[in-house]
């Protein structure tokens, strides 16, 4: 798998080896379907950094939705900027913007990249009220299929969809029930954290 490194900013931003004193790796795919897949390394330094999106510690649920969102808008960021996905369009890959194919990601993609990073989150006992769940598949009539990544409200058990596909890198994805995700239906909100 091949290792990507942008030398000065990234290891500023703590995503390279010598940054800080642990490390783990994250796989993260692109190019549809996972056909390609970059290994990140995520150092002690950026993990830290992440902490700061779950500051101070989330109240409620909702709260913790909303800094989950955020934190994963800004890891896709930082790791978009070591994949080439930082210029991943919303939606599937549109020809016409004349974008590469390894930069761009389906839903696939997106849902494997959410939930790692939703495990990631969770490893680093980030996550108070939530925990990462299996992806989830919808489809009508076998066409038209789509993956999400999902978390699991703790100690309810509701499910929610965490679906990073309908935006632009670097944006943060819309959380909803899963129930209405599996139903087609889109928040009547968007999720405008920056």
Partial sequence: MPRHSLPALLLALGLLPGAGASETELTICHGFGCQQRTEVAITGRFAR??????QPPAPDAATEREQI??????LERQVGAVT???RDIGGNYDPEREQPASSQMDCIDE???TTRYLRLLDRLGLLRWHRP???RYRSRFLIDGHWTAVIEEIPNGRQ????A?????????EIQPLADWLRRKRPAWRN???
């Fill in 111 to 113: 849902s494997h990249n």
């Fill in 160 to 163: 929610w969809a965490v679906d």
């Fill in 84 to 86: 080439g996905t930082d």
């Fill in 69 to 74: 969102a955020r934190a994963i808008a800004y």
């Fill in 49 to 54: 950094s992440l902490a700061a999106w779950f």
């Fill in 165 to 173: 596909w309908y935006h632009d890198n670097g944006q943060p994805p």
């Fill in 192 to 194: 405008s954290a920056r």
């Fill in 133 to 135: 769940a299996a992806r």
